[in-house]
Each structure stands twice: as C-alpha cells, then as structure tokens.
Nanobody
C-alpha cells in the first residue's frame, strides 16, 4: 500500500485546512486509516482514525470538536478537515493505514507540513 498525503500549508490561527490521503496498491484489506502528527522536538502522536467498513471515528482529545476525519472508499482516500487551527497544531502530518485488523499501523505516507501562525 502506498499513501500520498497532500493539503498542508501555512495558515493563521483560527483558520482551516483540509488534508487528503490517497491510498494505492493493495488497498482491498485496509481495516482503518488515520492521521498522526509530529511537532519539532516531540514524538509522533495520534490525531484521528476512521474504520473503513463501519466509518466509525476516533479522535485525540486535543483535536476533538475541531478536526473531522472522513473517507471515500471508492477513491481510497481519507480527509482531515482541520478547523479553528491553533499554533500548537503546527506539525508534520502523516497518513497511515492498517491492514492488520487493528493490531498495528503498518503503512505510512510521507508527511505534509502544517504551520499555524499566531
């Protein structure tokens, strides 16, 4: 599975961005897809995930109510709508896919930079 993330950029605090992640290759058995982020000097952290079959979602507390993850199975694409962005949301955002039925995130895309200015 190959993952291609896009949509990052520079935005002012309070603004919005929409990230996209397109999956290609052996996508048939993808169980869930998600977003992670890594800020400078910090460890990578979970942001949000969506189950491919049920569409159920789960969010980190830090983004709940501001970010929305959605998916288009026909396009093998997931989106992360980010609203009310804060400077602390500044990070490289990574898309990930799980074909292990919930055990591990076994495929990762290259990151896309999101910078929120104050």
């Amino acid at each position: 599975v190959q993952l291609q993330a896009s949509g990052g950029g520079l935005v002012q605090a309070g603004g919005s961005l929409r990230l996209s992640c397109a999956a290609s290759g052996r996508t048939l058995n993808i169980y869930r897809m998600g977003w992670f982020r890594q800020a400078p000097g910090k460890e990578r952290e979970f942001v949000a995930q969506i189950s491919r079959n049920s569409g159920s979602t789960y969010y980190a507390d830090s983004v709940k109510g501001r970010f929305t993850i959605s998916g288009d199975n026909a396009k093998n694409t997931v989106y992360l709508q980010m609203n009310t962005l804060k400077p602390e949301d500044t990070a490289v955002y990574y898309c990930a896919a799980d074909r292990s039925a919930g055990k591990i995130w076994d495929f990762w895309g290259k990151g896309t930079q999101v910078t929120v200015s104050s």
